[in-house]
């Protein structure tokens, strides 16, 4: 089974590099791509030192290659699977900044409960999704917009990395065939409507800051935690982005 959804998550092959580490051949293709988007938007923070929670680790190979290639950040690599952990671990044996692996369901959390995923409020500058939310029911999406709203601090970023649906569309035929996948394997999954995740974030103060296209298909979007200390949604209403339906207000579409 967990095969299965790392085949799904990360693209076929996916194999045991050796006894610990498995690998990936899609992670190992799209982390530069992850690792320039990270570098690019983590500038902007303020500060030196970053704190960053990735949800949904699954192999490692992000952790290993980014946190490899970013000595300033201190990387906390988490998944709902404890037996991926020994393939985390193995990948960034040989770099200090990347911390023990979390046990972490990302659907745990909630409005009622914003702290049940153990770790405290205000604790993260950058909060890390890749591969995530399409394989997955949709209150996956719901607890990692409370969780990170609850772990980020104020003017903290939540990342996520995949294929979106733009104005409820497919970008791409392939990427229409992929989500008829998803679905036929789990009426739960499939490719989640861009201007639907953004109402979810904005209503729990993250807003959208940046929306961008990357190779094959995916695109990075960035939400910014509001530093009203009221805790009040930020203003959605300024375009941003580049890509035709995401720069649009949350509820401009039901």
């Known amino acids: 089974a967990r095969a299965a959804m790392a085949a799904l998550r990360y693209g076929a092959p996916v194999s045991k590099l050796d006894a610990h580490r498995v690998f990936a051949a899609a992670a ?22 970053v704190r960053l929670l990735e949800v949904g680790s699954g192999s490692g190979q992000h952790a290993a290659h980014c946190g490899a290639a970013m000595p300033d950040v201190e990387w906390t690599p988490s998944d709902f699977d404890g037996g991926n952990f020994a393939s985390i671990k193995a990948w960034s044996a040989d770099t200090p900044t990347v911390q023990e692996p979390v046990l972490l369901d990302a659907g745990a959390a909630s409005d009622a409960k914003p702290d049940a995923w153990g770790l405290p409020a205000a604790s993260y500058d950058v909060v890390l999704a890749t591969n995530v939310i399409h394989i997955s029911p949709w209150r996956v999406t719901e607890g990692l917009m409370a969780g990170s709203a609850h772990v980020l601090r104020a003017g903290g970023l939540l990342a996520l990395y ?35 995740v953004r109402r979810e974030a904005a209503a729990r103060g993250l807003s959208l800051v940046a ?22 949604a930020p203003d959605d209403s300024a375009p941003v982005g580049r890509v035709p339906g995401l720069a649009d207000p949350p509820a401009a579409r039901e």
């Open 162 to 196: 995949g294929p979106f649906l733009v104005d409820g569309r497919p970008t791409t035929e392939s990427n229409g065939a992929f989500d008829e996948s998803l679905r036929s394997r789990n009426p739960e999954w499939g490719i989640r409507d861009a201007a639907a």
């Open 211 to 232: 929306a961008d296209e990357m190779p094959s298909n995916n695109f990075f979007l960035v939400f910014q935690r509001c530093r009203d200390a009221a805790g009040a």
């Open 28 to 49: 190992e293709r799209n982390k530069g791509a992850i690792l320039a988007a990270l570098q690019r938007h983590l500038a902007k923070l303020d500060g030196g030192a």
